[in-house]
């Protein structure tokens, strides 16, 4: 499969507090900021995120960063 190259962002494990009312998870129109378990770090899934980085400033704890 043919990618363009997206600006995809990361989540910083030191900054993120696994809100369980995740601000960027609920920002992404994608879904892309996936979370399996209450409590547990999210992860942005390469595959569905655009790089729109809406994600970015959803999170308060600037936990999600494109490096």
Excluded: H, T, W
């Excluded at 363009?4 to 994608?30: G, I, W």
């Excluded at 900021?33 to 308060?60: K, S, T, W």
């Amino acid at each position: 499969m043919i990618r363009a190259n997206y600006r995809v962002p990361s989540v910083d494990a030191e900054k993120c507090r696994a809100c369980l009312k995740c601000r960027a998870r609920n920002a992404c129109r994608l879904k892309a900021l996936v979370q399996f378990e209450a409590n547990e770090m999210p992860y942005i899934d390469r595959e569905l995120c655009r790089g729109c980085l809406v994600c970015i400033e959803e999170c308060p704890f600037e936990a999600i960063q494109v490096k």
